[in-house]
């Protein structure tokens, strides 16, 4: 991997795992995404393997799907729909809010999960290229922490498979050109 993607993508990892700060860490997620996918695929094109990149994308949109569903369902259970039921008021809103909140967490939940599987995926493809087995570690984390999201541990998991994923990025070898490998000879 060249010099420019290890940075892009450790930087991008780095910026993920500071999106547990309030209110600007979705701004450094948002940030940290776009770059690390800038970074894989780059270096999906250096190692002419188009799936780690693929996989990586396939993550990344089913993850934001989900999340923009989730938003969705948990913001649907602020919707009266008591007029719809012969319910009182109340009870239509905490049946909706009951509704709204489960449908939240079971659309986040599996897409979390799929999202997981193809990172692991991508990053499993970017370990046998690199030898460096932490991208394997950090697909793995993120894997299982998102199988284990349900409890707390799982976004901990999740949190720590990213900061591998920076270190990764940062301790993986620099590629040379062949034309630099020619010209030391």
């Given at each position: ?11 991008g990892?780095i910026?993920?795992?500071l999106?547990i700060?309030?209110y600007?860490?979705v701004?450094?997620s948002?940030v940290?995404f ?5 970074a894989?695929?780059q270096?999906?094109d250096?190692y ?21 569903i989730?938003i ?7 919707i009266p729909?008591?007029?719809l ?10 049946i909706?809010?009951i ?8 659309v986040f ?10 990172f692991k ?17 950090a ?14 541990l ?6 720590i ?5 920076a ?8 590629k ?10």
């Amino acid at each position: 991997m060249d010099e420019k993607t290890k940075i892009l993508g450790g930087i991008g990892s780095i910026l993920i795992v500071l999106g547990i700060i309030p209110y600007i860490g979705v701004l450094f997620s948002i940030v940290g995404f776009v770059s690390l996918l800038i970074a894989v695929k780059q270096f999906s094109d250096q190692y002419k393997d188009e799936n780690i990149f693929r996989n990586f994308l396939t993550g990344f949109i089913i993850n934001l799907i989900g999340m923009i569903i989730a938003i969705i369902a948990a913001v649907s259970t602020f919707i009266p729909f008591a007029s719809l039921t012969n319910l009182d008021k109340d009870t239509a809103l905490g049946i909706g809010a009951i509704l709204g909140i489960s449908v939240a967490l079971l659309v986040f939940y599996i897409t979390s999960v799929i999202s997981g599987l193809m990172f692991k995926k991508a990053f499993d493809s970017m370990s046998k290229f690199t030898n460096n087995d932490l991208f394997s570690w950090a697909g793995s984390l993120i894997f299982w922490g998102s199988i284990a999201v349900i409890i707390l541990l799982g976004g901990i998991l999740i949190w720590i498979g990213w900061i591998l994923a920076a270190i990764a990025f940062f301790t993986t070898e620099t590629k040379r050109d062949i034309t630099e490998t020619t010209i030391s000879l």
